[in-house]
């Protein structure tokens, strides 16, 4: 396997070794091409006898309709930048051909991008990161860097970090809007100082520990207890690495949302993303049928859905509830493991093994799991997929902050209700101990008028005045692999104390109705810290000692 039967002349050799890492070797690395070119070869590629070097040098670099070289210059020439657009353009159809011919929606997969949005609001942030499988979004964080600046937004104006949604800038509710976020931006950065000083009175520096670590643990603790402050229409900085079917699915959605930012951001997105991977995502083009097809279509499921919630729902109101609730969770999870586990060591049928599984005495069964237990030495061990089998359903309510952070993890349903100031917001411990208190509750209380006035008129855009400390509600349903990597790695001490609580709820839940299958949770810390990242940060300096 190690050497390639393909064989090159010199001057080919020559030529390819520019594209690929090497011309010999089976296995090998496609380098300097463009991603319309990298898709459209592989989905060639997938129905032909010959090697995808092969390939490259006869359907593309000796291709006259590909526009190879033309292409190909403004990835070796940044200068040539402009006309390996125009040649793409006039290549367009060559691309598509191969793309519809050779392939289906999974050729998408093939090429990607890289995407930076800046300058857009974390409500924004949150539609864009529900598309979750084919992307990985990096958000910036609200941990590691300050809010508090001001930007210019015309010669001799400034204004804080937060998004000036038209809509409301164009309605009676302006003044009120405006006034709202300022407030809380203000609130964010006067508390800034005195929470950083009492964090350092709670926690003060042991010898051992370098000043420049605990600073940065000081400063990453006094950020987390103020995010709280931070309304949803704060503007943030976000990357997005996809392929192009995941582009093409989230700018389709983007269109049809009811915020004209994220329509914005659509239409802003179609436009970069058609000078690098147009073939990928000429679908999501508004004047395409495709996307007039699924608008119609959404316009239709939204509607119905309204409708018969509007009838069956409307005279209920919201329980208390606690903040972390098992609704419904897989009764037969030993039995389904069990028998996934042991399905690839034999061959027998499914149903089969289910029923051996089933007359087993629960001893035998209760040893086979105890030894894979024991078997996991660190987190970072992952079990059998066959824990896949088993599945839970929570329903959650917690601060929009810690949302955002759990709202990340990709392997599970989840879906959420719009933000509202109607369940309640969370006050940090160090807020009121600081004697800030009463300043927070007026801040929370200000917002609160804000968003019933807003509501009123209108229902979507009045989420930007939401602060991140009220609470959200939203349900997840996951699989017992999913769950022993969520509730590990978010209750780690480095975690935001909101979001550490959540995962540990979350455990605890389990332990009450199937405390052996929550022994696969063994690496869940339920210890509280006060500076969670000091361990970390010290580690950090110790590399550089």
């Excluded at 098992?326 to 690839?344: I, N, P």
Aim: aromatic letters at 10%; charged letters at 25%.
């Amino acid at each position: 396997m190690e050497f390639s039967n393909e064989v090159f002349t010199p001057a080919e050799k020559k030529i390819l070794s520019f594209y690929v890492s090497n011309t010999d070797r089976s296995v090998f690395v496609l380098t300097n091409l463009p991603e319309v070119i990298k898709g459209a070869l592989f989905s060639r590629y997938s129905r032909s006898t010959l090697g995808l070097r092969s390939l490259l040098l006869r359907d593309f670099i000796q291709e006259k309709n590909s526009k190879f070289s033309e292409i190909q210059a403004g990835t070796e020439n940044p200068d040539s930048a402009r006309n390996s657009k125009l040649a793409i353009e006039s290549a367009q159809k060559f691309y598509d051909r191969i793309l519809d011919g050779y392939g289906d929606d999974s050729i998408g997969e093939l090429g990607g991008a890289h995407l930076a949005l800046e300058n857009i609001s974390i409500l924004a942030t949150k539609t864009v990161q529900d598309s979750r499988i084919g992307g990985s979004p990096l958000e910036k964080s609200t941990r590691y860097v300050s809010f508090a600046d001001k930007i210019g937004i015309t010669p001799g104006e400034s204004e804080f970090r937060f998004y000036q949604e038209p809509t409301l800038l164009d309605s009676v509710h302006r003044n009120l809007y405006l006034e709202n976020c300022r407030n809380l931006f203000d609130t964010y950065v006067r508390f800034t100082e005195p929470i950083r000083k009492h964090v350092r009175k709670l926690m003060p520096r042991e010898p051992q520990i370098s000043q420049a670590a605990y600073e940065r643990s000081v400063v990453a603790r006094a950020y987390d207890i103020l995010r709280g402050l931070l309304p949803a229409s704060t503007m943030t900085n976000m990357g997005v690495f996809g392929n192009g079917r995941f582009f093409e699915t989230l700018i389709t959605k983007l269109r049809v949302e009811p915020f004209s930012e994220l329509n914005q951001i659509a239409q802003f997105t179609f436009e970069e993303l058609s000078k690098v991977i147009p073939s990928f995502i000429r679908r999501a083009d508004e004047e395409h049928r495709s996307f007039q097809d699924y608008r119609n279509f959404n316009m239709s499921q939204q509607q119905l859905v309204r409708n018969f919630a509007s009838a069956h729902l409307g005279d209920l109101t919201a329980e208390l509830a606690e903040s972390v609730c098992l609704v419904d969770y897989d009764r037969e999870a030993e039995t389904k493991l069990l028998s996934a586990l042991l399905y690839s060591q034999s061959g027998l049928t499914l149903q089969q093994i289910r029923g051996s599984i089933i007359s087993m005495p629960q001893t035998e069964k209760t040893r086979l799991i105890k030894q894979a237990i024991d078997l996991r030495l660190h987190r970072r061990h992952k079990p059998e997929r066959g824990l896949e089998m088993a599945f839970y359903t929570f329903d959650i309510l917690g601060d929009y902050g810690m949302y955002r952070d759990l709202q990340r993890h990709r392997m599970l349903t989840q879906e959420r209700q719009p933000l509202t100031t109607r369940y309640g917001y969370d006050t940090p411990d160090e807020i009121e101990d600081a004697g800030l208190g009463a300043e927070y509750h007026r801040a929370m209380v200000r917002s609160a008028d804000a968003f019933e006035t807003i509501v009123k008129d209108f229902p979507h855009e009045a989420q930007y005045v939401v602060p991140m400390s009220y609470n959200i509600r939203w349900y997840v349903h996951i699989n017992l692999r999913a769950l022993i990597w969520l509730t590990e790695i978010r209750s780690t001490p480095q975690g935001h104390t909101g979001y550490r609580k959540i995962a540990q709820e979350m455990f605890k839940k389990v332990e009450a109705v199937q405390p052996l299958l929550a022994k696969y949770m063994k690496f869940v810390d339920l210890n509280e810290y006060s500076l969670g990242r000091l361990s970390s940060e010290q580690r950090q300096e110790d590399k550089h000692v």
